[in-house]
């Protein structure tokens, strides 16, 4: 299977359709109301960055599911589902592809003399907690096929879900490297709501942070992406950060919003529709492509720098090495994952 290729400007990895993947069966259940779960079995788990991909502190990922629940309207990954035969939109957000047998495949591989034991990042694609693993718990799995095989590995998620697995962490990470990071980048209930309707709250995403704490493991916290003139304010991230550094994160990372592919398509029409004022101003900003302008990407450093430092967020000089794919962040402390 193709499951390869976790850069920006790469394809991640998906088939083209279904029935060619391994497909064993479609499953509808009232507990995930509107959501359709499709099991497959992998052939393989580790994915391989391509040389020059993408300029990232890990060359391997592992992702259990394609597709993700938690529906933000800004998300990288929506293109990828457009491999499998369906459209980066709402099916992104409900047909989600599950590789049942991942734990067992990378057990295989990581018994091979050739594995050189490099870090493995979790969650740069879709979300590895989202509501999909409260009724497969594939993470288990893989935590402890890695750990075993004397594997460092990061976890990125906006799933509340990774605090059944704290135990299993703390316990794994006394034989290897772990990272631990948590996505948070809307503070605002209101706007939360509009943009990752999905995803946990703010305030339960906070007491993550806290019990990931609690647990004894460092939190690195990815305030990104930030939007522009949605939630880039000074007031916003300034209140944004406060709580972070209050549930006792270690450090963070910001920058702001990228549009990639047909996610770009999906974003705009939602946008016109939330906030249809901005779409003019939007449409000026990435004119050019993907990414942000300098000048803009430039401005988020200089308003975001003074808040981490205000709220003590510097004071942690571990980094976390398992960002997701995106532009270099507008403002860092603790040495920026993308580096």
């Known amino acids: 299977m193709r499951w390869a290729g976790q850069g920006i400007d790469v394809d991640d990895g998906a088939l083209p359709g279904l029935q060619r993947i391994g497909l064993i069966r479609t499953v509808r259940t009232p507990q995930f109301e509107g959501i359709t779960f499709h099991e497959v079995l992998c052939k393989s788990a580790l994915n391989k960055i391509p040389e020059g991909a993408a300029v990232l502190p890990f060359r391997y990922t592992v992702n259990g599911y394609r597709g993700c629940s938690h529906a933000c309207r800004y998300c990288f990954a929506r293109p ?9 939109g709402q099916d992104f957000d409900s047909q989600v592809v599950v590789k049942t047998n991942v734990a067992e495949v990378l057990r295989r591989e990581l018994r091979r003399p050739s594995w050189m034991r490099e870090t493995v990042a979790l969650g740069t694609n879709t979300d590895p907690y989202q509501r999909a693993e409260g009724r497969y718990a594939l993470m288990p799995g893989i935590i402890g096929a890695l ?28 034989r290897v490297d772990v990272s631990v990071a948590v996505s948070l980048a809307v503070g605002d209930p209101n706007i939360h709501a509009r943009v990752e309707p999905g995803t946990p709250s703010p305030q339960a995403r906070l007491g993550l942070v806290a019990a990931i704490r609690n647990a004894g493991l460092d939190c690195h916290v990815m305030v990104a992406p930030v939007l522009p003139r949605i939630t880039d304010s000074e007031e916003h991230l300034d209140d944004l950060l406060g709580r972070i550094a209050a549930a006792g994160a270690t450090s963070v990372t910001v920058f702001g919003l990228h549009l990639r592919g047909s996610t770009r398509g999906w974003f705009m029409d939602w946008l016109a529709a939330a906030y249809p004022h901005l779409v003019g101003e939007y449409r000026n900003l990435y004119r050019r492509g993907a990414y942000l302008p300098q000048q803009y990407r430039a401005m ?28 270099p962040p507008a403002a860092t402390s603790a040495q920026p994952a993308l580096f």
């Open 300 to 327: 988020l450093a200089q308003r975001a720098a003074p808040l981490i430092a205000k709220h003590g967020l510097t004071r942690d000089g571990r980094s976390f090495r398992g960002a997701p794919t995106a532009p």
């Open 147 to 174: 750990a075993d095989f004397g594997t460092p590995f990061s976890i990125l998620t906006k799933g509340t879900l990774l605090r059944r697995d704290l135990p299993l962490l703390t316990e794994v990470a006394r």
């Open 80 to 88: 990828t589902h457009e491999y499998l035969d369906f459209d980066p």
